[in-house]
């Protein structure tokens, strides 16, 4: 029997793989329904750091960054970007607070 | 590369972690760090990340995609303003929001498959779909589905008859696609809850067909 109460709401199919993961995707759509960043920059990031993975439809990889990290560093870039911080290590005080 | 593309149980190759117990301890530290100081300097709070993680893993997913394909297949005017204008049609059914913008539905016909990918990255609607599967974030589906669809969606498990057309969809930021498919046969009687129930994830990114009854 499939039917509603089998389709993977939960995701059967691991979505995540570690929990940073899950914490990593969190931060980046919440950051970004409260308006610190636009999706379509984030969006940007995160395609150049696949493609710089050398990434390609050609060239399949099965080793190197997964795909949450290729979300990690986008979303650092991002948020350097928007100045929300100065540099992921920075304590620097943020432009926005 | 592997050479399967099943997707389902636990040796689906697309499931495999990249990274080492030592590697993933030094992304978990890094994740900690961002995250202590986004919520240190208040500009996110746990509880909104927390929230976050729930609305997307457990209320936003395919059971919404399936209420929008129930509802073109009862409502011959819905399905037209689905065709029409997607993202409207479905934020009727109070879906929207981060990517569910640009939505666009392909219908599947006795003559027309269509199959949906993200070749780029891996856009993918949010709203009506939840979290995309890992396969569909990996490159060899995105990359194989473009060259061989045929090939890719057999080991899906949906062998197409030589007729039908097969148009792969190509997701980007400018649009999101969601399959339309075929209201399986048997079920003239069938009510929209009982319809909603066959139409399952796959199916709507084109990967299979909805259940049969």
């Given at each position: 029997m499939s039917g509603i109460e089998a389709l993977p709401r939960r995701s059967g199919e691991l979505a995540f793989h570690d929990e940073w993961e899950r914490r990593v995707f969190a931060?980046?759509?919440?950051?970004?329904?409260?308006?610190?960043?636009?999706?379509?920059?984030?969006?940007?990031h995160l395609v150049s750091s696949i493609a710089e993975n050398g990434e390609?439809?050609?060239?399949?990889?099965?080793?190197g960054p997964g795909y949450y990290e290729h979300w990690l560093t986008a979303l650092e870039k991002t948020l350097v970007e928007q100045r929300v911080f100065v540099s992921p290590e920075s304590l620097c005080r943020s432009e926005k607070s | 590369m592997p050479e399967k593309h099943h997707h389902?149980?636990?040796?689906?190759?697309?499931?495999?972690?990249?990274?080492?117990?030592?590697?993933?301890?030094?992304?978990?530290?890094?994740?900690?760090k961002l995250e202590e100081t986004l919520t240190s300097r208040g500009v996110v709070s746990k509880e909104t990340l927390d929230r976050v993680v729930d609305i997307y893993e457990n209320d936003l997913g395919p059971l919404n995609g399936a209420k929008?394909?129930?509802?073109?297949?009862?409502?011959e005017a819905y399905r037209q303003r689905l065709l029409e204008d997607?993202?409207?049609?479905?934020?009727?059914?109070?879906?929207?929001?981060?990517?569910?913008?640009?939505?666009?539905?392909?219908?599947?016909?006795?003559?027309?498959?269509?199959?949906?990918s993200c070749t780029l990255c891996s856009c993918y609607p949010w709203p009506v779909l939840?979290?995309?599967?890992?396969?569909y974030k990996e490159p060899p589906y995105r990359s194989r589905i473009a060259i061989d669809p045929r090939g890719v969606l057999r080991e899906?498990?949906?062998?197409?008859?030589?007729?039908?057309?097969?148009?792969?969809?190509?997701?980007?930021?400018?649009?999101?696609?969601?399959?339309?498919?075929?209201?399986?046969?048997?079920?003239?009687?069938?009510?929209?809850e009982s319809?909603?129930?066959?139409?399952?994830?796959?199916s709507m990114i084109g990967v299979g067909k909805a259940s049969e009854p």
């Open positions: 931060l980046g759509v919440a950051l970004c329904e409260q308006g610190e960043f636009d999706w379509d920059d984030f969006r940007k390609t439809l050609e060239t399949v990889k099965s080793e | 389902e149980g636990g040796q689906n190759p697309y499931l495999e972690k990249r990274r080492t117990d030592t590697e993933t301890r030094a992304l978990e530290e890094r994740v900690r929008v394909v129930a509802r073109a297949w009862v409502d997607a993202t409207k049609a479905i934020r009727e059914l109070g879906f929207g929001g981060l990517q569910g913008e640009h939505m666009v539905v392909v219908e599947n016909t006795l003559t027309v498959h269509n199959v949906v939840g979290l995309p599967p890992t396969w899906f498990g949906l062998e197409l008859e030589a007729a039908v057309e097969v148009r792969v969809w190509d997701s980007s930021a400018e649009i999101r696609y969601l399959v339309l498919p075929e209201r399986p046969e048997g079920t003239e009687n069938f009510d929209e319809l909603a129930k066959l139409v399952t994830r796959d």
